[in-house]
């Protein structure tokens, strides 16, 4: 089992920057991908990115590409968003998500997930 944590949601006007960070603990050794997924009011939560906890595979979602980026830091045990042009639009709760046998774009792809950080980019 793992267990996922992230942090550093916040406030942030049109055009800024954040960075999510996804702490995983337990049997973080056997995680093979994890993934970024957000959920705005009203709305289904949808994909943002994923990595390949090895790094090697990285892959985003249309709507964030060249604005947000993800990375890993496997001796920390942990995920990162960096979120940067900053859209009202991107205005969400951020789930990370991890699996020990897949990556993926769906949620099905994912047995573990935070609790969520909520992000707020005002205009």
């Known amino acids: 089992q793992v267990v996922l944590v992230e942090s550093g949601g916040g406030l942030v006007q049109a055009g800024g920057s954040l960075s999510l960070s996804c702490a995983a603990s337990g049997r973080t050794s056997r995680i093979y991908g994890m993934g970024w997924f957000r959920q705005a009011p009203g709305k289904e939560r949808e994909f943002v990115a994923v990595i390949s906890w090895s790094g090697v595979y990285t892959y985003l979602a249309d709507s964030v590409k060249g604005r947000f980026t993800i990375s890993r830091d496997n001796a920390k045990s942990t995920g990162y968003l960096h979120m940067n042009s900053l859209k009202p639009e991107d205005t969400a709760v951020y789930y990370c998500?991890?699996?020990?046998?897949?990556?993926?774009?769906?949620?099905?792809?994912?047995?573990?997930w935070g609790q969520g950080t909520q992000v707020t980019v005002s205009s």
């Open positions: 998500a991890a699996d020990f046998q897949r990556t993926g774009t769906t949620e099905g792809a994912y047995d573990y």
